[in-house]
């Protein structure tokens, strides 16, 4: 599986992926990270970890289209033929979309479809619910409304702070993300 990693950020979820991968852990090859941020960090760990990494914002073009339009052109050059959202901070629009039907993954930090979008975790906390979690999700033109894949609750306590439930949705994150798709990978290998 050639795999192409989307991220805005910081990077955490592509470097846990990414080593994952290094040590055989998940059959498949990261071949491309792609920010649509100059100024993130996981360029700075993907140049580390000796993995090719292009960057590039929509305001660069004229049109959404063309932007992602770009982004396929570096997807096909590199023959990729899985993506994995790890912190992409952009909706995929729908020539993303159709090239890559259910080969398009997204990690939200919520049980889905509990508070969606930018500020899941913020969310939970600030609506005082006592648990949330972390969702893995194929993409779809909406929301953070994909089909759900796998999902793990976090429960939050008393005591939590948003800072300390960053870092339990984070921990979760960080080992659910890398075998769900480890699982994804050896079942589309085992159909084909």
């Given at each position: 599986?050639?795999?192409?990693v989307?991220?805005?950020?910081?990077?955490s979820?592509?470097?846990?992926?990414?080593?994952?991968?290094?040590?055989?852990?998940?059959?498949?090859?990261?071949?491309l990270?792609?920010?649509?941020?100059?100024?993130?960090?996981v360029?700075?760990?993907?140049?580390?970890?000796?993995?090719?990494?292009?960057?590039?914002?929509?305001?660069?073009?004229?049109?959404?289209?063309?932007?992602?339009g770009?982004?396929l052109?570096?997807?096909?050059?590199?023959?990729?033929?899985?993506?994995?959202l790890?912190?992409?901070?952009?909706?995929i629009?729908?020539?993303?979309?159709?090239?890559?039907?259910?080969?398009?993954?997204n990690?939200?930090?919520s049980?889905?479809p509990?508070?969606?979008?930018?500020?899941?975790?913020?969310?939970?906390?600030?609506?005082?619910?006592?648990?949330?979690?972390?969702?893995?999700?194929?993409?779809?033109k909406?929301?953070?409304t994909?089909?759900?894949?796998a999902?793990?609750?976090v429960?939050?306590?008393?005591?939590?702070?948003m800072?300390?439930?960053?870092?339990?949705?984070?921990?979760v994150?960080?080992r659910?993300?890398p075998?769900?798709?480890?699982?994804?990978?050896?079942?589309?290998?085992?159909?084909?």
């Amino acid at each position: 599986m050639r795999i192409a990693v989307f991220a805005s950020g910081n990077g955490s979820n592509f470097q846990v992926i990414a080593e994952a991968v290094k040590a055989g852990k998940i059959d498949g090859e990261i071949v491309l990270l792609f920010s649509d941020n100059k100024q993130a960090k996981v360029l700075e760990r993907a140049e580390q970890l000796g993995i090719p990494h292009v960057s590039f914002s929509p305001k660069d073009f004229s049109e959404k289209s063309i932007y992602e339009g770009e982004i396929l052109h570096l997807l096909e050059e590199k023959k990729v033929n899985f993506i994995v959202l790890a912190g992409y901070m952009r909706l995929i629009g729908p020539a993303l979309l159709e090239a890559f039907p259910e080969k398009i993954i997204n990690i939200h930090p919520s049980l889905l479809p509990q508070f969606p979008g930018l500020h899941g975790i913020r969310d939970a906390y600030e609506a005082r619910v006592k648990e949330t979690g972390v969702t893995v999700h194929y993409v779809d033109k909406g929301v953070d409304t994909g089909p759900i894949i796998a999902q793990e609750r976090v429960i939050i306590t008393e005591d939590d702070t948003m800072s300390s439930l960053e870092d339990k949705i984070h921990q979760v994150e960080h080992r659910l993300y890398p075998e769900v798709l480890k699982k994804i990978i050896e079942n589309r290998e085992r159909r084909a």
